[in-house]
């Protein structure tokens, strides 16, 4: 059974400060891994997905990588702003009879101080 | 593009009665939906799996018989809570997986919704 770990279950950091954030999968045959951003009582907003043949995606602050044969992921965000504060999720994609099966991790909670 | 609601966003309800909750999507055709439940603190867990037309495949410990799901249409699901009891406050999203591919819009990536926060009383 595919289990997401996601470590530390929360971070504060102050303004300006570049961060990482780590998920592991026990699993490694997954079909993708995604991170997500939840504000509180809110739903996801997906911030990058990478599939299982890459190793990173990039968008502005964000870059996250991929290690798949280790069970792996990192979520990196440069210069932190308080915007920034949310809850961070990580899922993994797994392909199931067509479909895709998403497992989540429990989140890593950020606060982002001015 | 890609947006998903949910309705309503928050609902609170007497133990025993059910309530329904619509997921649709606006500006695309999704053939699966998909429903998930987060309590405090922890991680979204899926319940259940629905197809356009066909019956929904429930996870593991979900009851079927209680979370009652109709995708009656490529572009609106309901999941209906029967007997609602206070265990099963919660807060509800529905994503939606798209029709085929068009530019950069992946059939593999679920658009998530807003979420319905349940409370039973």
């Known amino acids: 059974k595919q289990e997401v770990t996601q470590i530390p279950a929360a971070l504060s950091v102050p303004e300006g400060e570049n961060l990482v954030l780590n998920c592991s999968f026990t699993d490694s045959a997954i079909y993708n891994l995604q991170w997500f951003r939840q504000d509180p009582g809110k739903g996801l907003t997906s911030l990058l997905l990478i599939q299982s043949s890459q190793r990173e995606q990039t968008s502005g602050r964000l870059n996250a990588s991929l290690d798949k044969s280790s069970g792996r992921s990192t979520l990196y965000i440069a210069a932190s702003q308080p915007g920034d504060s949310a809850t961070y999720l990580c899922a993994v994609g797994l392909s199931q009879g067509g479909s895709e099966k998403l497992v989540f991790g429990k989140g890593t909670k950020l606060t982002v101080n001015p | 593009g890609a947006v998903v609601s949910q309705h309503p966003s928050r609902v609170i309800c007497k133990s025993g009665t059910s309530v329904k909750i619509e997921c649709r999507s606006l500006?695309?055709?999704?053939?699966?939906m998909f429903w998930y439940r987060q309590f405090p603190k922890q991680s979204l867990m899926l319940m259940a799996t629905s197809n356009e037309g066909s019956k929904a495949t429930y996870e593991q410990g979900v009851e079927k018989d209680k979370f009652l799901i109709n995708h009656a249409s490529l572009t609106l699901s309901t999941l209906t809570v029967t007997s609602a009891h206070p265990e099963d406050s919660s807060f509800y999203i529905c994503s939606a997986s798209i029709a085929g591919t068009s530019g950069i819009w992946s059939p593999e990536t679920q658009y998530f919704g807003p979420g319905t926060r349940l409370l039973v009383l």
């Open positions: 500006d695309f055709q999704a053939t699966t």
